[in-house]
């Protein structure tokens, strides 16, 4: 079974420049969770999905980040414009669905913004 | 507010058994995972705890008492490979998870 893809593995831009980070999760896997993963610190949610709908997205910084699950499979998130605080590591997880579901994790995406 | 805390580093030498301990205080509890993550890598899940006591799975044990809001990730038999970071993390009463800032194992020979 294939585990959850994540592009690019790796990304370097500027301040004030956007990015976007792909996401593609286990198949049947109805929960997609971004998170952020600053060295040394545990995971922070972005958002969850539930199919094609936002579960929670209490701390996106919602000025800037943004993500969407159009067809309730792959996911993308989006920083637009990009600050220094950003740079950090972008990790994609996907659950079955229920409530108490294991969450697997995809590679990440590391942003490191100059 | 809602808090995990675990130590920042722990050193133990090969073949060996290192206890990385876990004390949490959350809004409700629906279980507590625990996850590795090697340096440049993603968290892969190692154990989950919803009653009391000790879950055992090979060389890696996870204990859990919820009424001192407390956990204990076991490892023994330890090999080069296990240095890693080791995350608690714990699921409260709306299902999300509140993760610990990790635990860095380095392991010496």
């Known amino acids: 079974e294939a585990g959850v893809a994540q592009s690019p593995r790796y990304k370097i831009i500027e301040k004030r420049q956007s990015v976007a980070f792909w996401c593609n999760p286990i198949?049947?896997?109805?929960?997609l969770y971004w998170y952020q993963q600053i060295l040394g610190q545990g995971p922070k949610l972005l958002i969850q999905?539930?199919?094609?709908?936002?579960?929670?997205d209490s701390q996106l910084p919602k000025d800037r980040f943004s993500a969407e699950r159009l067809k309730g499979v792959d996911s993308t998130l989006k920083i637009q414009p990009a600050k220094l605080e950003d740079s950090a590591v972008y990790l994609c997880a996907s659950s079955p669905g229920g409530d108490a579901d294991t969450q697997y994790f995809g590679p990440g995406t590391r942003l490191t913004v100059l | 507010g809602q808090n995990i805390d675990q130590p920042t580093e722990m050193t133990a030498t090969e073949g060996a058994i290192v206890q990385i301990n876990c004390t949490y205080q959350t809004s409700g509890f629906n279980g507590l995972f625990w996850y590795q993550q090697h340096a440049g890598e993603a968290p892969t899940f190692l154990s989950y705890n919803v009653l009391d006591g000790l879950e055992e799975k090979g060389r890696f044990s996870s204990f859990l008492s919820r009424s001192k809001g407390y956990s204990y990730l076991l490892l023994k038999e330890l090999q080069m490979k296990d240095s890693a970071s080791y995350l608690c993390a714990v699921m409260d009463s709306n299902y999300q998870l509140i993760w610990g800032a990790g635990t860095k194992l380095i392991i010496k020979p």
């Open positions: 999905f539930q199919n094609n709908g936002v579960v929670d």
């Open positions: 198949s049947g896997h109805a929960t």
